[in-house]
Every structure is written in structure tokens, then in C-alpha cells.
């Protein structure tokens, strides 16, 4: 019983690290070097490192929310923030314009956490048995999204609203469901779609439509 005991033990020990957004690092910095030819799961380290690489200012400002949803999301994550390399962490700055929503989508390497800035919002998750948790937010408040679920967030207030974003992953990876379905390169057969949705085939093609 005691050596069943142990062995359990010491396989939460090895499958723990696996359970983390990013593989653990290796070494004290890793800054990513975005113009290397070298291709690789993540990115290879800069030679040269100054302390700017470690910063970045670009959350300051909520970002232009003037398209279709109503929404912008500003990332800082190895993208644009090469300084997070092998660190396990990122942030964005998501901006809302009133009715405005950053639609359903996943982000299959990380769960995310967000802090409201300023504004009213509706958020929710929807589990793989399909039920939805949803909450009104507001200034001060705090929201989890567990990693790889289907998720989302509509402002309910007047005016404009904004939240910042926190990830364990150095780059969360997005999947929103309707571009993923409807604006896909190649494009997903129209009658494939039809038989999900149980529409017809010139409604998925209307749908495509507004998406291109």
C-alpha cells in the first residue's frame, strides 16, 4: 500500500510540469530572436540583450475598437514582447466599444485571467458538457477562463470598457470559432457546415460572405 502510495506520488511529480501553459526554461533569460531563421517550439535566444527587451509599453492606451465586433485586443505576448520568451507568461490590453464584444473563441495554450479596467461587461465559459458560467463584471472585478475552453465577452455598459488580460503561456494562441468555421483558407465545405448547423448550404455561403 505504501509503495502504491509512493509510485502516485512520484507520478503527479513527473506529470505536473506537462500541466503548465509553456514548457519550464532552462536558463535565467531567453529573449526571443523573432529574425532567426532557425525554426523551433517557441523561439531561439537573442545574443545580445539590453534591458528594453524586457520591457513594453504598448498597453498604456486601449486600442482602436473600430471594426465589425466592436472590440481590440493590444497583445503583449513573444510577439511583441520578446522578453517573455521561456517565461511562461503574457498580457493584453482588450478594449470595448459600448455593444461592442471580443467574440467566442479559445486559446489552447493557456488560461486567462482579466482584471476590468473601466466598464460593464457579461463574460462566461462554456464546458465541454456544454453549460455556460457567465458573470456581469465591473471596475475592480476579477474573471477566470480555464485553458482551452470556448469563451467570451460583451459590453453591457453605455460607454466603453476595458480589461486587462493575464495568460500562463508566452504566446496563448486565439481561435475565434466563427472566423475558424466561416473564413478558413482553404474554406470549409459549405455542405459540411450546413449539416453542423443543420441550415442550408446558401445560408453557410451568405454567412462565408460576410466574413471575407
Not at 30 to 39: E, H, Q, R, T
Not at 66 to 83: C, D, K, L, W
Not at 109 to 132: M, P
Request: aromatic share 8%.
Amino acid at each position: 500500500m505504501v509503495m502504491l502510495q509512493l509510485s502516485a506520488i512520484v507520478l503527479l511529480a513527473l506529470i505536473a510540469p506537462s500541466l503548465a501553459g509553456d514548457a519550464d526554461m532552462l536558463q535565467d533569460v531567453c529573449v526571443a530572436d523573432l529574425a532567426s531563421p532557425i525554426k523551433l517550439n517557441g523561439f531561439p535566444c537573442k545574443a545580445d540583450i539590453t534591458a528594453d527587451d524586457f520591457f513594453f509599453a504598448g498597453l498604456k492606451r486601449a486600442g482602436n475598437t473600430n471594426n465589425a465586433a466592436g472590440s481590440n485586443v493590444t497583445a503583449a505576448n513573444v510577439q511583441s514582447f520578446p522578453g517573455v520568451n521561456t517565461l511562461g507568461v503574457s498580457m493584453a490590453r482588450i478594449a470595448y466599444a459600448p455593444g461592442g464584444q471580443n467574440p467566442p473563441h479559445t486559446h489552447p495554450r493557456a488560461t486567462e485571467i482579466i482584471f476590468v479596467l473601466e466598464g460593464v461587461l457579461e463574460v462566461g465559459f462554456i464546458t465541454t458538457a456544454n453549460k455556460l458560467f457567465t458573470k456581469t463584471v465591473t471596475v475592480g472585478d476579477v474573471f477566470v477562463f480555464p485553458r482551452g475552453l470556448v469563451h467570451f465577452q460583451q459590453n453591457r455598459g453605455r460607454g466603453p470598457a476595458s480589461v486587462i488580460a493575464g495568460f500562463n503561456s508566452q504566446l496563448q494562441g486565439t481561435q475565434v470559432i466563427a472566423n475558424t468555421l466561416f473564413a478558413a483558407a482553404p474554406p470549409v465545405s459549405s455542405d459540411v457546415l450546413a449539416k453542423a448547423f443543420r441550415i442550408d448550404n446558401s445560408q453557410v455561403d451568405a454567412i462565408k460572405a460576410k466574413f471575407m
